[in-house]
């Protein structure tokens, strides 16, 4: 019996990605194991890696080298993903602002609405919205 748990599709897919000083050392030996085991698989991680870096460090300089890497790996749906709407891309990599809080505004409103369940009107949830806030 192993003396650790295998972590779940998830965990795993966001170890590979993370950065190092965030893992414990058996999780370190587990994504060690995986590269170790698949050589297709250390290209995608490396690639993953530096997407989660460029995006983090916001550099937008880096993506159409990392477009054109990545075309070639099991990452070139993503990639041609990012490919068709590239400006937009580029301008979120470079802009120090985000979108986030509206997002959430508008997920809470949608959970508002959906506990309603179309049994009133724009009146009443008006209502519920302010005061929920």
Known sequence: MRPWKLPSKR???WLVVADLETIDAAEQRFVD???IRSEGLTRVIELARAFSTMVR??????????LA???ET?????ADGLARDLAAIRTALSL???????????????????????RAKFDLLRHRVLEAA
């Not at 460090?57 to 990392?66: F, N, S």
């Not at 099991?74 to 993503?78: K, V």
């Not at 602002?97 to 409103?109: A, C, D, F, H, K």
Request: glycine letters at 10%.
């Open 11 to 13: 965990r795993a897919a």
């Open 33 to 35: 194991a995986l590269l």
């Open 57 to 66: 460090r916001q550099q937008a300089g880096r993506l159409d080298e990392w």
């Open 69 to 71: 890497a990545a075309k």
């Open 74 to 78: 099991a990452l070139a749906g993503f």
């Open 96 to 118: 120090p602002w985000s979108t986030g809080p509206v997002e959430g505004q508008i997920s809470r409103l949608k959970t508002i609405k959906r506990t309603m369940c179309g």
